[in-house]
């Protein structure tokens, strides 16, 4: 079993920076791709970034390309999420979510661990 627990929401100003993290326990030798989702009231999960596990390579939606950058910590078992100049649309509730395939997907079925999330506010 693999444990997920984010931290690291809060409420930030327009154009503000937010460092969410997420702590992976449990059977990190299985993971091979982890990832963020952001859940926006009355909307679907939707996928933000994932990162490979293992070689670190990543992969940003477009919708938050230039402004968010996934990384991680592989010997303190630590993923990141590294938001810049946040906006109103950017509010939402983030997960991380890990999976055992290489190369996962934006998919959410990809994923079958998930941490309970971390509350993202934009403030105007």
């Known amino acids: 079993q693999v444990h997920l627990a984010e931290s690291g929401g809060r409420l930030v100003q327009t154009g503000g920076s937010l460092r969410l993290s997420c702590a992976i326990s449990?059977?990190?030798?299985?993971?091979?791709?982890m990832a963020w989702f952001q859940q926006r009231p009355g909307k679907e999960y939707e996928f933000i970034g994932s990162i490979s596990w293992i070689v670190g390579s990543t992969f940003v939606a477009n919708s938050v390309n230039g402004r968010f950058t996934i990384s991680r910590d592989y010997a303190n078992n630590m993923l990141y999420l590294q938001m810049n100049n946040l906006k109103a649309t950017d509010a939402a509730v983030y997960y991380c979510a890990g999976s055992e395939i290489d190369g996962a997907t934006t998919d959410i079925r990809s994923y079958a661990y998930w941490g309970q999330g971390t509350q993202v506010a934009v403030s105007a």
């Open positions: 449990g059977r990190t030798h299985s993971m091979r791709t």
